[in-house]
């Protein structure tokens, strides 16, 4: 019998399809489904190709739940992902993995009778390195005659952006971005024009898909229905699509680009006594305070600390700015197997804002990073000097991603460092009166408990170890 729904919060990005709705119950996440989708679960949850990617982990966790909110037939009771991230906060490979895990799920799910109601990014999260299909209720019986609905949803928020990266060599984490609903059709054409037509899988899913896009702009969804049923469409070419979209995106990988922070462990300066105290002081303050639940490693570079952190702590999601660092982050990750640290491309200076419908659709990083344990290790001085952030601000908000009680390892590169003397290279003299160690420690006293401080070897960095609000 249905009950009141008084303790359940809506999630403010599932609202498109209203034959489920999903919802948080304290760190549970549910899915009503009206009698539609619930009888459709049923016949999904007694399929073999579901209960192989359940068991595969290729699909979130999913089992069904009581009691039944008011205005629902079924309760669906999901997995918990650890960290929930947006696709253009992932590097190109892992564009490309969770792209061919979509097309994975669509390939057993046809012979069985089912497909996905859309193709959208979205649809996937992240296990670490491992990406995982959450989007349970877009999993539907096929219609005969009808071609794939998720189609155009998956060309622009996956395809296309893996074409500009593979073929033009573009960074696509502005383009997603800036649109919720991926890359158009026309935007691609006008980029993809000339000799450019005829790269691989250009003139097919670009300029095909929109030249039929814009001769079926009069007719409804029905008649285009009608007309590939009249035209003999069927689950068999339906198939054959999704393979040679599998054979492409294969296909499109990108080669790594030359960058200064690719080799940023040899020439950021650290001495090797330097590397190994800084080591030993993020591990030792780590394990001073309870296990984390999740820790953050902003500016995470190579992945050096999040590892150390990962000794520490359930989750580790690991920051960085250069997408071509965390692509190969990712790789190195992937090839390990590893399942607690998720890699992320994300500018600190202009991180990922609230986005979609009213804003909330697509949480603001900040309002997803609430940790327990946070690193911020060489960072101060590339946001206070290399983006002419206020220290005080860069304090402020480096601390707030902390809970109550929460331990920040942080670092203070010294104005006598080498390499605070490139960023001020470029920058007038007296910009930066303020940044010295003094300032810094009081301003980091003045919304922390300061617990440990440490001066590496070089003498130019300072370690510190501080609890939120302690």
Not at 143 to 153: F, H, L, M, S, T
Not at 256 to 280: F, L, M, N
Not at 294 to 317: I, K, M, S, W
């Amino acid at each position: 019998m249905a009950q009141p729904d008084t303790d359940l919060r809506a999630e403010p990005a599932s609202f498109r399809d209203p034959a489920n709705r999903v919802y948080h119950r304290g760190d549970e996440v549910l899915r009503g489904l009206n009698e539609r989708a619930a009888a459709e679960w049923r016949a999904l949850a007694g399929s073999d190709f579901f209960t192989t990617l359940l068991t595969e982990g290729k699909v979130c966790g999913t089992v069904e739940a009581a009691p039944v909110p008011h205005g629902w037939a079924a309760l669906l009771r999901h997995e918990r992902i650890p960290f929930v991230s947006h696709p253009y906060e992932w590097s190109h490979t892992m564009l490309r993995d969770a792209a061919l895990l979509h097309l994975e799920i669509l390939r057993v799910a046809l012979p069985a009778g089912f497909t996905t109601k859309d193709g959208s990014a979205y649809n996937l999260q992240w296990r670490g390195a491992q990406p995982v299909f959450i989007d349970v209720g877009s999993l539907t019986p096929v219609r005969y005659g009808e071609p794939w609905a998720g189609y155009r949803q998956f060309c622009q928020t996956l395809l296309y952006p893996l074409l500009l990266g593979a073929h033009l060599g573009l960074d696509v984490q502005p383009w997603l971005r800036a649109r919720v609903d991926g890359i158009e059709p026309d935007q691609m054409r006008r980029l993809f024009a000339g000799g450019r037509r005829l790269l691989p899988g250009v003139f097919t899913h670009v300029h095909l898909h929109g030249a039929m896009q814009r001769g079926n702009a009069r007719a409804s969804t029905a008649d285009v229905r009608a007309q590939l049923r009249a035209a003999g469409y069927s689950c068999e070419l339906a198939l054959a699509t999704v393979r040679g979209l599998e054979r492409l995106v294969r296909r499109l990988d990108r080669r790594p680009t030359v960058s200064h922070w690719i080799d940023y462990q040899r020439t950021c300066g650290y001495s090797a006594d330097d590397r190994a105290t800084k080591e030993r002081f993020v591990s030792a303050s780590l394990a001073a305070g309870p296990r984390a639940r999740l820790a953050l490693d902003l500016g995470a570079n190579d992945g050096r600390y999040a590892r150390v952190a990962a000794a520490h702590a359930d989750y580790v999601v690991a920051v960085e700015q250069d997408p071509a660092v965390v692509d190969g982050l990712y790789r190195a990750l992937r090839a390990e197997g590893e399942r607690r640290i998720l890699p992320l491309v994300m500018d600190l200076a202009d991180p990922s804002p609230g986005g979609g419908w009213r804003g909330v659709e697509r949480a603001a990083f900040v309002d997803r990073a609430r940790a327990d344990a946070v690193l911020a290790l060489a960072v101060v001085h590339h946001l206070a000097i290399g983006r002419n952030v206020p220290l005080p601000e860069v304090v402020d908000w480096l601390c707030g991603f902390g809970a109550p009680g929460a331990t920040l390892v942080l670092e203070f590169v010294h104005p006598e460092d080498p390499m605070v003397g490139r960023l001020l290279a470029n920058k007038p003299d007296g910009l930066f009166p303020d940044y010295r160690r003094a300032e810094f420690e009081r301003l980091l006293a003045a919304r922390c408990r300061v617990a440990e401080r440490l001066d590496l070897p070089t003498g130019t960095r300072t370690l510190y170890r501080a609890v939120v609000g302690g």
